[in-house]
């Protein structure tokens, strides 16, 4: 599975900015892409995951009720749609694919390139 993250860019706090994550290979109902972010000193933190059937959603605490992920199947794309954003969301955000329904990093096998989002106050 290859992952191709874009999307990212400078936003001032209290705007929006919608990522994506586009998927080639090797897919199924069972796979879940997640979202990850990574911030400058920071460890890499859970954002949030959907499954590729869409029936299964799930939001880290620091961003539920501010980000909705989503999935077009016949683009084969996952979004992260990102509303209220704020300066502490600025990172480094990834999406990965994991065979199964998880929020821990290890359990993910691939990863996209990041992509940055700056959050100005």
């Known amino acids: 599975v290859q992952l191709q993250a874009s999307g990212g860019g400078l936003v001032q706090a209290g705007g929006s900015l919608r990522l994506a994550c586009t998927a080639s290979?090797?897919?199924?109902?069972?796979?879940?892409v997640g979202w990850f972010r990574q911030a400058p000193g920071k460890e890499r933190e859970f954002v949030a995951f959907?499954?590729?059937?869409?029936?299964?959603?799930y939001y880290g605490d620091s961003v539920k009720g501010r980000f909705t992920v989503s999935r077009d199947k016949a683009e084969n794309t996952v979004y992260l749609q990102m509303n209220s954003l704020k300066p502490e969301d600025t990172a480094v955000y990834y999406c990965?694919?994991?065979?199964?329904?998880?929020?821990?990093?290890?359990?993910?096998?691939?990863w996209g390139q990041g992509t940055q989002v700056t959050v100005s106050s």
């Open positions: 990965a694919a994991a065979p199964h329904i998880a929020t821990a990093i290890r359990i993910y096998d691939y």
């Open positions: 290979g090797r897919t199924s109902s069972d796979f879940v």
């Open positions: 959907i499954t590729w059937s869409g029936s299964n959603t």
